[in-house]
């Protein structure tokens, strides 16, 4: 089974579209599955959201690697639009078009872990920015992993149940942002 994250997105653009041509399902998801492990930098973000802009005929490919330009904007710039526009000032208007559509990816983007927008990670949980299915790590004591799974209130305080990474038991912790915060990207 090749690793399809060695490939230059170009080439599997090529053989995404003979994948949807010869309707090959298990080449199609190879592919799509490693759009994101594929190295995003400042010197080829234009160029892969050019190549999205190309593929724009096979739409699930198209929208993975815009979304692998936008994530990899969102990190860089920590969802500063305004310094990944700044970025984006010196490239050629031709490719207006192109920079639009990364830039209201980076803004319309929902965290998958959070479901926020901006991500919230390294922002304590709270009551009010609880997600269910989410990870949260103790920073203070190694960064253990804890998947949320259900707010519980006891008279006036908050705790939550988790599932720990370690073992996948559900335990009680208490909800304190100083020691449980988020751990997207």
Known sequence: KPNWK???????ASLYY????????????GIMASIPEHEVSMENVLDIAILAEDSILHKPF?????????????????????????????ANEVHAVVIFKVMSRMKD??????QQSPCLTNVGITEDNF??????IDPTIGG??????????????????????????IYKFTLNPEYYVYKCV
């Not at 060695?6 to 599997?12: E, Q, V």
């Not at 003979?18 to 998801?29: F, G, Q, S, T, V």
């Not at 983007?109 to 959070?114: E, F, S, T, V």
């Not at 997600?131 to 949260?136: F, P, R």
Request: with cysteine; hydrophobic share 45%.
């Open 144 to 169: 253990w992993i804890v998947e949320l799974v259900e707010l519980v209130t006891q008279g006036a305080e908050f705790k939550f149940k988790g599932k720990w990474s370690e073992d996948g038991k």
């Open 6 to 12: 060695d490939f230059a997105l170009s080439f599997l």
């Open 62 to 90: 198209s929208d993975a690697v815009y979304d692998a330009a936008a994530t990899f904007l969102r990190i860089e710039f920590k969802n500063r639009l305004d310094q990944a526009l700044q970025f984006f000032t010196e």
């Open 109 to 114: 983007a929902i965290c998958k872990n959070c």
């Open 18 to 29: 003979l994948a949807e041509k010869y309707n090959i399902k298990e080449l199609r998801d």
């Open 131 to 136: 997600v269910a299915g989410a990870e949260v």
